[in-house]
């Protein structure tokens, strides 16, 4: 979900929100319909965990953007 919000300059609460709308995003972040979306406090509370254990937000957003775009695309149509 930090990803998207990055990419898509979103607040906590609208990444919630967007998680919560578009499948798509639901999808990027591996979570289906039966799954809770985590809300943006949990967002807010993870991002500081990570600024607190030293990771770098970029590093963290580059290793999982990598592994996305080496997944394969299924065709639509």
Known sequence: MLVLQQLFNLS???VEFQ???RR??????GLGVMNDIP???TVAF???RL???GQAAAAVAASI????VRRPVAPTG
């Open 19 to 21: 998680v919560n709308d």
């Open 39 to 41: 809300d943006a406090t």
């Open 65 to 68: 953007l990598g592994a996305a």
């Open 46 to 48: 993870f991002r500081e």
């Open 51 to 53: 600024r607190k254990a």
């Open 12 to 14: 906590d609460e609208e």
């Open 24 to 29: 798509s995003f639901e999808k990027f972040v």
